[in-house]
């Protein structure tokens, strides 16, 4: 009975993170649920003149201006597809403000400890940080973790 009650102990002492599970395309992507700060359905998104490729423009959210970024072209994957299931991902960072992400589809919650994220040094072939800060590991599914500041990070990476 004293090893269950060490073997309960430890694992309330990792720590756990929740991911809100999204999909791209045909991949899973967790976004840190402590930067979301709401979840909308896809509206209309009025375009800003000379603004980067893959900021999309801006909606009228509640009263607030938000710019909306789509991930896809951020990443260079092909154009985003509307569709019943779209969302507008809306992150606060707080130096920034708030900013609208696309994404396909929301699919649920995960919690992750630190034992189930693999977070080798992911570069891309040239070399430059990517997007990806960590696989997580959920059962059997693997899900990039975004970094998202490297996603918001205003260089031109499209």
Wanted: cysteine-free.
């Amino acid at each position: 009975m004293a090893l269950n009650q060490i073997e309960t102990v430890e694992s309330r002492d990792k720590k756990v993170t929740q991911y809100i599970v999204v999909q791209i395309g045909s991949e899973k992507y967790g976004i840190d649920i402590s930067y979301v700060d709401n979840i909308v359905r896809m509206q209309k998104i009025t375009r800003v003149p000379k603004a980067q490729p893959y900021f999309k423009g801006i909606i009228n959210l509640r009263g607030e201006i938000v710019p909306v970024m789509s991930i896809r072209k951020k990443m260079g994957l092909e154009e985003d597809v509307e569709t019943g299931a779209s969302r507008i991902i809306i992150l606060k960072i707080e130096e920034k403000g708030s900013l609208g992400v696309m994404v396909d589809s929301v699919n649920e919650v995960v919690n992750l400890t630190e034992d189930q994220i693999e977070t080798n040094n992911i570069t891309s072939s040239y070399g430059r940080e990517t997007f990806i800060n960590g696989i997580g590991k959920n059962g059997d599914q693997l899900i990039s973790l975004f970094e998202i500041n490297a996603i918001i990070d205003e260089k031109d990476n499209a």
